[in-house]
Every structure is written in structure tokens, then in C-alpha cells.
């Protein structure tokens, strides 16, 4: 019940494209859900977080769709970049402060 | 200014030995946290220290792993008689407070037990 469950595993996307990451949950407790975003030896950084009390938060070029029924919450990263290249992770948390992490996207973007 | 910072960057050790590893959270963060991860178990929760309460121990993987912080700043991981599947970077991360706040992360430190 604690999982976070993240897909695709790997995701390869042309300059320009949409990418579409999902993560779902079980815990109906959870009431934080932050992306991060990883580069190759470097610690996550929090990328935009959620909470269920809205369905949609937009940040520039990302947008987290969040849908409480379906206990689903989505990355949406619009006119990608090969600077967007990295490993993205879902989380969640509930009021605990430890975070749940999905088991990440590879993101791969081609010029 | 500063962020959390993690030593080593990288420890190799023979199975069997202690290491212990160091976080220096963002000054003036109250909550800390360790994080393990690996590529068969992504990112795994370990432990938090949130202020003066006692500290939420509920992901350390058996009684070879423990922490403190002191002063409420630094903290130290320290994993015993270290075996093989203990491989994994080793996470740190800090926050203003320990409720749905942003967690800022170290650099890790990459340990390797041969």
C-alpha cells in the first residue's frame, strides 16, 4: 500500500515532443506528490510538486495532472529538450515527511 | 548559499568493515533525512530526524544500519559489518520542516563493498 508505481521505465522522445510520465498509488493517506529530476551523479531536485486539493499545476514547460479518483498523477514536459535528458521520479508522501518514490524514467530526448 | 553536502563522495570497503558517512544538511533546515539507492530498488527511504523528536528509523534495513544527527546539524549513517547488497549511493537530504516541504538533496556518496 506504501508503493508508488511509475511507467514507463524508459522513454524516448524527439525535440519538441510531449513527454508523458505516470505514477499511481494506493495510499489514499498520501497528500504530497513532487517529480524530481536526476542527472548522472547528482543527488534528485525537486522539479514541481502537487497536492489532491487541485488537479493541475503548471510550471513553464511542465505540468502535473493529478487525478484523485483514479489515485493517478502524471509529468507532462511540453516542447522537450535534449536538456531535458535525465532520470525523472514520482513520489508521494503523507504529512511524514519521508518521501515514496516511484522507480523512475529515463528520459532521452533527440535533437 | 550552500547546500547539503555529503563525504565521501565514494568509499570502497571489504565486506565485513564499518563505514560511516556524513551529511551536512542547509543551515537552518530542521528536518534530515538518508535515502539509499540502488539499481535494483530505486530510491529507498532510510530514516528522518525531524527537530528533537525521536526519529523515524522504519526503512533501515536491519540492525547493521543506524543513525544520529547532532545538534540538530550534521548526521552521521553508519552501516556495520558491511555486506555486499549494502552497495548503493547513499542519499541525503534536508528540509525547512519535515511536512510536505522540498527536500533538498546531496550529492550522495557512492559506497562499494567488495
Known amino acids: 500500500q506504501q508503493q508508488v508505481k511509475q511507467s514507463p521505465q524508459s522513454l524516448i522522445v524527439q525535440k519538441g515532443g510531449i513527454s508523458i510520465i505516470n505514477c499511481a498509488y494506493e495510499?489514499?493517506?498520501?497528500?504530497?506528490f513532487p517529480w524530481y529530476q536526476q542527472f548522472p551523479g547528482k543527488g534528485p531536485a525537486l522539479l514541481i510538486a502537487?497536492?489532491?486539493?487541485?488537479s493541475e499545476k503548471k510550471e513553464g514547460r511542465f505540468t502535473i495532472s493529478f487525478n484523485k479518483s483514479a489515485k493517478q498523477f502524471s509529468l507532462h514536459i511540453m516542447d522537450s529538450q535534449p536538456g531535458d535528458s535525465a532520470t525523472y521520479f514520482c513520489?508521494?508522501?503523507?504529512?511524514?515527511?519521508?518521501?515514496?518514490f516511484g522507480q523512475g524514467t529515463e528520459l532521452s530526448v533527440k535533437p | 548559499g550552500a547546500g547539503v553536502s555529503q563525504s565521501p563522495s565514494n568509499k570502497v570497503t571489504e565486506k565485513g568493515k564499518d563505514v560511516e558517512l556524513r551529511c551536512d544538511p542547509i543551515?537552518?533546515?530542521?528536518?534530515l533525512y538518508w535515502y539509499r539507492q540502488s539499481l535494483g530498488q530505486g530510491l529507498e527511504f532510510l530514516i528522518y530526524?525531524?527537530?528533537?523528536?525521536?526519529?523515524?528509523k522504519s526503512g533501515l534495513p536491519s540492525d547493521r544500519f543506524s543513525a544520529e544527527r547532532t545538534g540538530g546539524s550534521v548526521s552521521t549513517l553508519t552501516i556495520q559489518r558491511t555486506q555486499q547488497e549494502d552497495s548503493a549511493v547513499y542519499l541525503c537530504?534536508?528540509?525547512?520542516?519535515?511536512?510536505?516541504?522540498?527536500?533538498?538533496f546531496g550529492p550522495g556518496t557512492r559506497l562499494t563493498v567488495l
Open positions: 513520489a508521494a508522501s503523507n504529512q511524514g515527511g519521508k518521501l515514496i
Open positions: 537530504a534536508s528540509s525547512l520542516v519535515a511536512v510536505n516541504n522540498e527536500q533538498f
Open positions: 543551515s537552518g533546515h530542521t528536518a
Open positions: 530526524f525531524q527537530g528533537n523528536s525521536a526519529p523515524d
Open positions: 495510499n489514499t493517506a498520501f497528500d504530497y
Open positions: 502537487i497536492r489532491p486539493d487541485v
